[in-house]
């Protein structure tokens, strides 16, 4: 495993503010007004900090809390731009804000990579699934024309094939039948301790899921909505491919259950 593998969670100190700046949102649930891509948020100060940042739920920003961007900021800000931050140096601020988007795609399939590479039932892809590792590393190196030009679809495609293989070989470790919803739509379904060790969960739609002392051990979770699922006494634990913005979107309590390398949000209660 490369020694180089950038850091895989957001450090916002040292993040010219890339997600206030270079995402749209649109006015909704999660925003309370609309803002366009490249526009700074109108909560931004000069110093790229957030003038409500202890108080953004309330104040109608519930997607400022969710989101995550894997480290993708601080990697653009200090690294790829070397520190040359877009309001001193306003010609860096459309290749930066273009390639953001890139990296954090990057630095998610990283993250995704990195945690198969720890799972010894995936044992017999670790050696494609370091070569992986090492192709898309090699990417968060690069420039920012590189990183306009490059087809991250097809990356993330060949990846994900691997991606597929580990969940195979670990939920196949996990004793009896297990479900398969991937991709089904799952919103508001009503799975209060449910069974669902080892399902397949890829892409499912669990938006307002009551997931309530289900028990989702070694569950594949990648790219599955959990927004506003009830998560509250259920058992993650060894859950796979779960990210921390899964667990932010979510609601959930001290009892629920998580994987020792997420935290629980700070709105659970």
Known sequence: M???LPVLQADCANCFALCCVALPF???????VNKPAGTPCKNLQQDFRC?????????????????????????????????????????????????FPVMRQLHELLFYINEALTLP????????????????????????AA???????????????????????????????KKNHRGADLMGARLSAANLRGANLRGAY????????????????IGADLRDANLRGADLRGAIFLTQPQLNAAQGAPTTQIPPTLTHPTHWT
């Not at 989101?67 to 010609?91: E, K, L, M, N, Y």
């Not at 039932?121 to 690069?142: G, I, N, S, Y």
């Open 206 to 221: 669990l938006i307002a899921a009551d997931l309530s002392h289900a028990d989702l051990r070694t569950a594949d979770l």
């Open 26 to 32: 649109a006015k909704s649930n999660d925003f309370a």
């Open 121 to 144: 039932d995936a044992a017999p892809v670790h050696a494609e699934l370091r070569r992986a590792l090492a192709d898309t590393e090699k990417w968060t190196r690069a420039d920012a």
């Open 2 to 4: 490369p020694t180089t």
């Open 147 to 177: 990183l306009a030009d490059l087809d991250v679809a097809a990356l993330r495609q060949d990846a994900n094939t691997l991606l597929l293989k580990t969940s195979e070989l670990v939920r196949a470790k996990v004793p009896g039948r």
């Open 51 to 99: 003038t409500i940042h202890t108080r953004l739920r309330d104040q109608g920003f519930q997607g400022c809390t969710v989101f995550d961007c894997f480290g993708a900021g601080q990697q653009i800000s200090q690294v790829t731009f070397g520190g040359r931050d877009w309001r001193t140096h306003p010609g860096t601020a459309r290749p930066m804000f273009e390639a």
